[in-house]
């Protein structure tokens, strides 16, 4: 425990007070790439543990998806020994992570007030919905953003109801705006000495993560509405039927869409003024679709994806979850690693030198709590 490890993050010791998925997902990143993260647990343990189905040999795989590399402690904030053992681990850490709710900690002397007046190298990281401020009561769960931010708005067809994205996004990016701070900070404490203190809230990395949208909105007066698979500036960038089933069609430049023309067999309409350059095509959008539906509806969707791939046109089949991965081992990505006999999604970083580091299976509860109570109290 605490000694130098293997990776761009060996010796860095993280104390990960978090749970559900903004916080873990920021440490199990931090993880791969080497710290040493000690995952203390409520008696209960965390939250995801209970979500399922879907489950692997009785664990949630939720659980399973967010938390490898890790070491589980069980720590009982109400107790004073467990308390006493948490301020050690507080006082020891590089970092700590919570996403209690604002001031949650602070009757626990775990708050950054307290944990920086011991440990004045601490980079502390605090993830919660709605900031510290006036929105400081309101829980931070990813639906609630979804919904406040702007996003379901956007999400659905024009004359259905708003929709949510089918994943936790903003908790996803919240963890990766966390575990960049992070990152920041610890290379600040580097030239300087000291740490400080990182704060990330869904809703602000739902609005960054809006970029155009959000974008349209404070630079241009735009009112973004939902517009179900179509693009407010691009044509073609949807999903267009094929012989058997769907394919995403980009055109992102007028050469893209020259090509995809050539494919199709209508190189002429890359000449027609109607759809010359991407604004006509968006203008003309309703003119031009059923054009290109007519071409594409002749063959299947996996002969265009060969024929448009290799002419450099942006296109992809819609698969599901299974598909996604399939492709991914297609093209020699790699996608799933095996810790201790429990399949995973690899870290999406690649580094050449010091690349991600997968030791420690996903932690049953307080499976490392004699080992880690043992270090806390040896000194």
Not at 94 to 102: T, W
Not at 256 to 284: I, K, S, W, Y
Request: aromatic letters at 6%; glycine letters at 12%; one cysteine or more.
């Amino acid at each position: 425990m605490g000694e130098q490890g293997a990776g761009p993050l060996g010796g860095i010791l993280v104390a990960d007070f978090s749970r559900i998925l903004a916080g873990p997902y920021a440490t199990m990143l931090l993880a791969d790439l080497g710290a040493e993260v000690v995952k203390v647990e409520a008696p209960a343990g965390d939250d995801t543990r209970a979500w399922m189905p879907p489950v692997r040999e009785g664990t949630s795989t939720y659980y399973l998806g967010v938390n490898r590399n890790k070491r589980s402690v069980v720590l009982d904030l109400t107790d004073p020994v467990d308390l006493d053992l948490a301020r050690r681990l507080a006082g020891r850490a590089d970092v700590m992570i919570q996403n209690f709710r604002p001031g949650g900690l602070r009757r626990f002397g775990l708050d950054y007030d307290s944990v920086v007046a011991a440990n004045e190298r601490i980079v502390y990281a605090s993830i919660s919905g709605f900031g510290t401020g006036a929105g400081a009561d309101l829980p931070g769960y990813d639906l609630m953003v979804q919904a406040a931010s702007g996003l379901m708005s956007l999400t659905g067809e024009p004359d259905g109801p708003p929709y949510k994205a089918g994943v936790a996004v903003f908790d996803v990016m919240a963890g990766l705006h966390a575990a960049l701070g992070i990152l920041a900070a610890l290379h600040h404490r580097e030239r300087s000495g000291v740490g400080q203190h990182v704060e990330v809230d869904l809703l602000s990395s739902a609005l960054s993560g809006l970029v155009n949208h959000a974008s349209g909105h404070v630079a241009g007066g735009a009112a973004p509405f939902r517009m179900g698979n179509a693009h407010p500036s691009l044509f073609p960038y949807e999903p267009m039927p094929a012989a058997d089933g769907e394919l995403v069609v980009i055109a992102g430049n007028d050469g893209q869409f020259r090509r995809l023309c050539q494919v199709l067999g209508v190189p002429e309409l890359a000449d027609d003024p109607r759809f010359r350059h991407n604004p006509d095509r968006t203008a003309n959008r309703e003119a031009l679709r059923p054009i290109l539906a007519d071409r594409l509806a002749r063959r299947t969707r996996d002969e265009w994806f060969r024929d448009l791939r290799v002419a450099g046109v942006p296109c992809a089949p819609i698969n599901t979850v299974d598909g996604g991965v399939a492709l991914a081992r297609e093209l020699g990505l790699d996608p799933v690693v095996t810790v201790g006999g429990v399949p995973g999604i690899r870290n999406p970083v690649g580094l050449s030198a010091t690349p991600p580091r997968y030791d420690l299976p996903p932690p049953r509860l307080d499976e490392h709590g004699d080992e880690i109570r043992a270090w806390l109290t040896a000194d």
